[in-house]
Each structure stands twice: as C-alpha cells, then as structure tokens.
C-alpha cells in the first residue's frame, strides 16, 4: 500500500506559522496590552472633564493634562514639572497612559491606585496648589457640573471623593493597545522586522524582562535605581523609603512601563536621560553590569519603539462656562 503525500501550501505554511506565534507568545514575558471595555459612559465623560479642568488649580491655568499631556505620550516631555507660580518640580512625571496597570502611583509608590493619586496634585502647592475645599466650591458654583455629577452619582452633592473617582475612570480608558510588537505576540510574524526581533531577543537574554515585563512592560514592581553600580541622580528623591522608611527601599523607583516609550522622554525619575539611547546604555552598565555595542544598542531602541501603540483619540471636552453669581470663594482670593 502506498502513502498518499499531500503538499503542503504555503498559505497553510503561513497559517501553521500564525498558530505557533500564538502559541509562543502565550510564553513570553510580556503580554499583548487588552482593548478597553467603559463600563460607565457618563462617568468617564465627567471624569474627562474634570482631566482637562483648569479650575482645579490656583490659578486656573493648570490642568491634569498639563502634566499628563494625552498628545504628548501623557507626560509633558521635560524633566520635571511645572508647577503652580513657575515652581519646578522635583520629580519626571511619569505618563499616565496604561497607568491603571501599575500596582501603586507616584514613582515611589505611596498612592495605591489612580484614585488615591488624583487628588494629591489638586492640593499640592508645588503643583495645581488648590485645597480639596475650594476645588469643590468651584465645581458647586457651575450648574453643568452639579447637575452632571448629579446625573452621575445620583446625589445633589459633590465630594472630593467622587471628584477623583471619575478622574481615575477616565485614566482608566488610557490603554494604548495594538502597537505592533502586539501584533506580532498575536501572531502577525511580519509585524516586525529583523533587527527588531534581534532587539527583543536581546532584551530578554540581557536580563531586562526580570523588571520589565507583563502587559505594561514594567510598573509591575518596585526595584533599587544602581544595582552593579550607583546612579548619581540630579533628584533628591530617595524612592520608596519615603514611604517605608526603610533602609533597604532606599532609591527603590517603581519600575516605568516602557509602553510609548519612544514618546515619553527624557527618561528616569530625574529625566537625566535625555534619549533612548542614552537611557539603554544607562541601564546596561547600572542594572546589568553590560555594556551594549553601538549595534546592540541600536537594536535594543528599535525593539522599543515597536511598543508604542494606538494613541487614545480623545475629543476635548467644552468644559462648563462659570457658573451663578452666589458669592463663592475663588480659587485665586
């Protein structure tokens, strides 16, 4: 009896190719960053609003999105912040796209969630430089507002509470899915090319997945800034012993996601990093005790930048205009 020997396609090729990239991605260190699902509209919708409201500052100028720029990666793209009267901040502000998969806030940790987190800046006087009162005074004054957050928690009154509840909602939104390193964990083999793919191979058998890793490719994680050797930081930032106070969470950082990481410069909580390459070679020789070759390095960038993904497409909000004429504290008296 003869074997029958059937030829193999190269569409069936391709599709056995797309099988196994699926298969194999189920086994690497990060994952494909999930679509978001809004399960209250009109919370996000409010929770927009109030990301954009300059109002919440001291002197109305100053916004989340001032700092959280949604058009600039969500940071602002300098080393640190500018705060309330030209005050320079003492930290990079992190971007607060995919920010909902961090495991805690702030670069040393001491917000648990978003939540927690967006009310800190509000009353921050280096920052927005408000009080949590007065940002509510202003909110009451608006009849738009009152009746949105009305409409949304279903109480005539309004409290800081539900102020950073529906920020956190809307942050919530900011994933940025479909970057076409994704597309290739999901089985897309031509999604990247080769040098890139030498890039990954490379971060991975450097050791850089064991702090960036998951679906945000980082931020998962609290780890000390200068392992083989110590980082001389421009920033009196000691990390997480300042809320642990801890010797040994000295100049522990939460680990940044290197999701859109191509647009987030400057780099590190000092933003002393002013490029991507300057931030890999960096990180080499502090975490990994490596020096990267000019190629490796190159590598190792281009691999980076396939992580930005699908920007969020937000429409901006027409904030409310100001509201009655009842005498109110304002924000700038």
Known sequence: MRTRIVPITIAVISWLAAIGGVHAADKEPIQPIPAVKIVNPAMVE???????????????????????????????????????NWQKGPINSPTVLNSSMNLAQFWDGRAKDLKEQAGGPIANPGEMALTHELAIGMLLSIPAYRAEFEKVF???????????????????????????????????????????????????????????NGPAVGGNSFQKMGVVEPYKATS???????????????????????????LTYPYFHDGEAATLTQAVDTMGRLQLGRKFSADENAKLVGFLKTLTGDQPKIMLPILPPSGDSTPRPRPFE
């Open 46 to 84: 409010l929770g927009k609003k109030l990301f954009f409201e300059p109002r919440l500052s001291k002197s109305g100028v100053i916004s989340c999105n001032s700092c959280h720029n949604l058009s600039m990666g969500g940071t602002d793209n300098i080393k640190t912040s500018i705060g309330h």
């Open 236 to 262: 009196k930032s000691e990390g997480r012993w300042a809320v642990t106070g801890k010797d040994a969470d000295r100049f522990n950082f939460k680990v940044p996601t290197l999701r859109n990481v191509e």
């Open 154 to 212: 279903n109480k005539d009154t309004i409290n800081i509470d539900q102020v950073t509840q529906a920020i956190a909602a809307f942050e919530e939104t900011l994933n940025t899915p479909n970057s076409r390193f994704d597309q290739w964990l999901k089985g897309d083999q031509n999604a990247l090319k080769k040098d890139e793919l030498a890039g990954y191979q490379l971060f991975k058998s450097s050791g850089c997945t064991g702090c960036h």
